[in-house]
């Protein structure tokens, strides 16, 4: 599979990348994605909930009524959990909600992920992308030669770039993201996924 390289505004160079077909040519495993894709939103979870339990809490250790004869049900300390300002029954603690996930899993699913894009057209290879200083508006420029400065994008680079990812900071729906961190959810969440010449080996390699 051939993909044209563009330049940044959008026009072809007359040179192309090669996509092997038993990567992304084959059906999208959709199980793998969703597997993937729910292990990266469980680990986002910051997972720091607490509340104060009956021995967490600061009162009165007093049996606060006699055993018997009152009519109603027994209570032993103004902690309980039934009590007004009593601590929690079974009260959220702090936990991970990180899920494993097998490498290989790992990889099907952002195989799957781009081979779905790639069906659907929604990729696009340009040249490596480079800014002289920090500037939103050249970063608008380029999406816009893209038709997506209104709509979902994710740019993918083959090394960290400073200036790009500075540049696509303040632009809503715009993803900058280099070929090591590429992941699953990104992927699929995109609109339009734009690859950056560079990253092409390093996608391909990571998937082999």
């Known amino acids: 599979m051939k993909l044209e390289v563009l330049n940044i505004s959008g026009d072809a160079t007359g040179r192309s990348v090669e996509l092997p077909d038993n990567l992304f040519g084959g059906e999208p495993n959709e199980h793998a994605v969703y597997l993937a894709v729910k292990a990266y939103l469980a680990a986002q979870r910051q997972g720091t909930h607490k509340a104060k339990e009956k021995g967490e809490i600061t009162a009165s250790t007093k049996k606060i009524k006699r055993q018997k004869g009152t009519g109603t ?4 300390s103004v ?3 039934t009590m007004r ?3 929690r029954m079974f009260g959220p603690r702090p936990r991970k909600y990180n899920q494993k996930l ?8 952002r195989r799957s992920a781009l081979a779905s894009k790639l069906a659907s057209g929604q990729v696009k290879v340009v040249e490596n992308l480079n800014f002289d200083a920090p500037a939103t508006k050249n970063y608008v420029n380029f999406l816009s030669s893209f ?3 209104n709509a979902k994008s994710l740019l993918v680079t083959g090394d960290y770039n400073a200036n790009v990812l500075l540049s696509s900071r303040n632009v809503q729906k715009a993803g900058v993201v280099t070929a090591d961190n590429l992941n699953t959810y990104e992927v699929m969440n995109s609109g339009t996924l734009i690859i950056s010449e560079g990253a092409v080996e390093k996608i391909v390699a990571s998937l082999s």
């Open 85 to 87: 300002g009593g601590g």
């Open 79 to 81: 902690k309980s959990g």
């Open 102 to 109: 097998n490498k290989k899993v790992k990889v099907v699913a």
């Open 147 to 149: 038709d997506c400065a």
């Open 73 to 76: 049900a027994r209570a032993g």
